[in-house]
T-cell receptor, first 112, second 112 residues
Framework: LAKTTQPISMDSYEGQEVNITCSHN???????ITWYQQFPSQGPRFIIQ???TKVTNEVASLFIPADRKSSTLSLPRVSLSDTAVYYC?????????????FGSGTRLLVRP | DTGVSQDPRHKITKRGQNVTFRCDPI?????LYWYRQTLGQGPEFLTY????????KSRLLSDRFSAERPKGSFSTLEIQRTEQGDSAMYLC??????????FGPGTRLTVL
C-alpha cells in the first residue's frame, strides 16, 4: 500500500480556511484517497474520499492534481471543534478486504 | 455515534490476566475490522472478518490474541496473558460492500 506523508501539526484560527496537504508519490492506479478525522478518545471518522480532480461535501473539499501524487484537504472556516488529528490514506476501496493503513496524521489546533 | 458499539469502554487489568472485548457492528455490514492504537500513533490493522470468516491477520496479532465473529454479527477480541505492551486503544470498525469504515468508540486497555 502507498505510503503517505503529511505535516505533523498545523495551527489555525477560528474562521480561517485550513489546507492540509498529503504526499503519496507511489499511489497505484486503483487507489483512492481518503481522509479521516479523529478526536481524542474516539474512533476515526470518515471525512471525504476521492480519486481525481475535486470532491466537495458538506464539511470539506479534496483537491487532487492530475498526477495524483498529492492531495489537499481543505476545511473552510474552521471552528474550535475542528481541533483533531487528520489522517490521509490511500488504497483500493474496491478491494473486498481493504484495510486502512494509517500514518501518524496531522494534528490541527484551532485557536480562538 | 456511528452505530458501532464496543464494550467495555475502559479495562484495567493486571499483567498475566486474560481480557475480552466485544464489538457490535452496524447490522447490515458484513465486513468487520479490529485495529490497535497507541498514544500519538495512528491505528494499526489487526484483523479482518467478512461475515464469520477471519480472512486476514496482521503480524501484530501474536499467538496471545484471538478474534472471533461466530455468527457474522458481533465480534470478540481476546488477549491472553496480557503484557504491559498490550496497553492501547482497541478499535473496531465495520464496513458495507464498498464504502468507508465506521469506527466504534474503542476500548482503552491498561495493563498494570
Amino acid at each position: 500500500l502507498a505510503k503517505t506523508t503529511q505535516p505533523i501539526s498545523m495551527d489555525s484560527y477560528e474562521g480561517q480556511e485550513v489546507n492540509i496537504t498529503c504526499s503519496h508519490n507511489n499511489i497505484a492506479t486503483n487507489d483512492y484517497i481518503t481522509w479521516y478525522q479523529q478526536f481524542p478518545s474516539q474512533g476515526p471518522r470518515f471525512i471525504i474520499q476521492g480519486y481525481k480532480t475535486k470532491v466537495t461535501n458538506e464539511v470539506a473539499s479534496l483537491f487532487i492534481p492530475a498526477d495524483r501524487k498529492s492531495s489537499t484537504l481543505s476545511l473552510p472556516r474552521v471552528s474550535l471543534s475542528d481541533t483533531a488529528v487528520y489522517y490521509c490514506l490511500v488504497g483500493d476501496i474496491r478491494d473486498s478486504s481493504y484495510k486502512l493503513i494509517f500514518g501518524s496524521g496531522t494534528r490541527l489546533l484551532v485557536r480562538p | 455515534d456511528t452505530g458501532v458499539s464496543q464494550d467495555p469502554r475502559h479495562k484495567i487489568t493486571k499483567r498475566g490476566q486474560n481480557v475480552t472485548f466485544r464489538c457490535d457492528p452496524i447490522s447490515e455490514h458484513n465486513r468487520l475490522y479490529w485495529y490497535r492504537q497507541t498514544l500519538g500513533q495512528g491505528p494499526e490493522f489487526l484483523t479482518y472478518f467478512q461475515n464469520e470468516a477471519q480472512l486476514e491477520k496482521s503480524r501484530l496479532l501474536s499467538d496471545r490474541f484471538s478474534a472471533e465473529r461466530p455468527k457474522g454479527s458481533f465480534s470478540t477480541l481476546e488477549i491472553q496473558r496480557t503484557e504491559q505492551g498490550d496497553s492501547a486503544m482497541y478499535l473496531c470498525a465495520s464496513r458495507p460492500q464498498t464504502d468507508e469504515q465506521f469506527f466504534g468508540p474503542g476500548t482503552r486497555l491498561t495493563v498494570l
